[in-house]
């Protein structure tokens, strides 16, 4: 294994056991807690889409006329993951990128969607991401953990965005979480079973053969560079901060929305 690779999952373990065991799986009791989860998991879903399509431009050529552009085993690394993440398939067989099927997961069981459609509009109409926050009033922690991305996109250092791509995402999904989901799927089937198709899609894809594909691909970006490696290790940390500061966010709007529902 990468030495670069091992010192870093051994740097970032306790973030990962922090988010793993996070205290907001404890409170998801519900349907209505579930949706409110959703409604902010949804920008990190966004989001993770943005740093895939980022990653495809810098790394191959998707301008014409085309020109070879990098190393190919990284083109193929980059394409092989884009294919499955935004042409995968829902439960009826029809092609879906995993933005679009969490959104139909969503609608599904009665998750407000109209924050991140307006929140995208806002963003397409005017390339202002402070406006599409302030219009579709967008959660505080999920504004941040946006902004911590796009900070790494617009950095242009693709092994950064490589990094947070496959350190700061891959395999984050507990085992408690599963157990609540498929609690909530038997006496609701027809309301979370495209969530559950979700999170089952998401780690057999995602947590595994994308991730072997992301971890090669920030191996070919760095190299036996070292400075790249600590700018690498520096910005997973601070990915893995934001994920749980999103997190943090989740568990106190559930605790609002159930304490107001005991005091009703």
Same mark, same amino acid.
């Given at each position: 294994?990468?030495?670069?690779?091992?010192?870093?999952?051994?740097?970032?373990?306790?973030?990962?056991?922090?988010?793993?065991?996070?205290?907001?799986?404890?409170?998801?009791?519900?349907?209505?807690?579930?949706?409110?989860?959703?409604?902010?998991?949804?920008?990190?879903?966004?989001?993770?889409?943005?740093?895939?399509?980022?990653?495809?431009?810098?790394?191959?050529?998707?301008?014409?006329?085309?020109?070879?552009?990098?190393?190919?085993?990284?083109?193929?690394?980059?394409?092989?993951?884009?294919?499955?993440?935004?042409?995968?398939?829902?439960?009826?067989?029809?092609?879906?990128?995993?933005?679009?099927?969490?959104?139909?997961?969503?609608?599904?069981?009665?998750?407000?969607?109209?924050?991140?459609?307006?929140?995208?509009?806002?963003?397409?109409?005017?390339?202002?991401?402070?406006?599409?926050?302030?219009?579709?009033?967008?959660?505080?922690?999920?504004?941040?953990?946006?902004?911590?991305?796009?900070?790494? &996109?617009?950095?242009? #250092?693709? %092994? *950064?965005?490589?990094? !947070?791509?496959?350190? $700061?995402?891959?395999?984050?999904?507990?085992?408690?979480?599963?157990?609540?989901?498929?609690?909530?799927?038997?006496?609701?089937?027809?309301? &979370?079973?495209?969530? #559950?198709? %979700? *999170?089952?899609?998401? !780690?057999?894809?995602? $947590?595994?053969?994308?991730?072997?594909?992301?971890?090669?691909?920030?191996?070919?970006?760095?190299?036996?560079?070292?400075?790249?490696?600590?700018?690498?290790?520096?910005?997973?940390?601070?990915?893995?901060?934001?994920?749980?500061?999103?997190?943090?966010?989740?568990?106190?709007?559930?605790?609002?929305?159930?304490?107001?529902?005991?005091?009703?």
């Amino acid at each position: 294994m990468n030495p670069y690779i091992e010192k870093i999952r051994t740097t970032i373990e306790p973030l990962r056991q922090e988010i793993m065991n996070h205290k907001v799986y404890s409170v998801i009791r519900d349907i209505d807690d579930l949706k409110m989860f959703m409604q902010f998991h949804i920008y990190a879903v966004w989001d993770f889409m943005s740093i895939l399509k980022s990653l495809q431009q810098n790394l191959t050529c998707t301008t014409i006329p085309w020109y070879p552009k990098g190393d190919a085993e990284t083109r193929f690394l980059i394409n092989e993951i884009v294919v499955g993440e935004e042409s995968d398939l829902d439960l009826d067989g029809n092609r879906k990128s995993h933005f679009e099927l969490y959104l139909d997961a969503m609608k599904q069981c009665g998750a407000n969607v109209s924050q991140m459609h307006q929140f995208i509009s806002v963003l397409q109409e005017t390339k202002d991401f402070n406006l599409a926050f302030s219009n579709s009033q967008t959660p505080e922690s999920a504004k941040e953990f946006v902004i911590f991305t796009f900070k790494i &996109i617009n950095s242009q #250092k693709d %092994y *950064l965005q490589s990094a !947070i791509f496959t350190f $700061g995402r891959e395999d984050l999904i507990p085992n408690m979480f599963l157990s609540i989901i498929n609690d909530i799927h038997k006496n609701f089937p027809q309301d &979370i079973s495209i969530f #559950k198709y %979700y *999170l089952e899609r998401h !780690i057999e894809v995602d $947590g595994d053969h994308h991730s072997h594909l992301a971890l090669q691909m920030t191996a070919n970006l760095c190299g036996e560079d070292a400075s790249k490696w600590k700018e690498v290790e520096d910005a997973t940390v601070e990915s893995l901060q934001k994920r749980i500061g999103l997190w943090n966010g989740v568990y106190d709007e559930i605790m609002k929305s159930q304490e107001f529902v005991e005091t009703k």
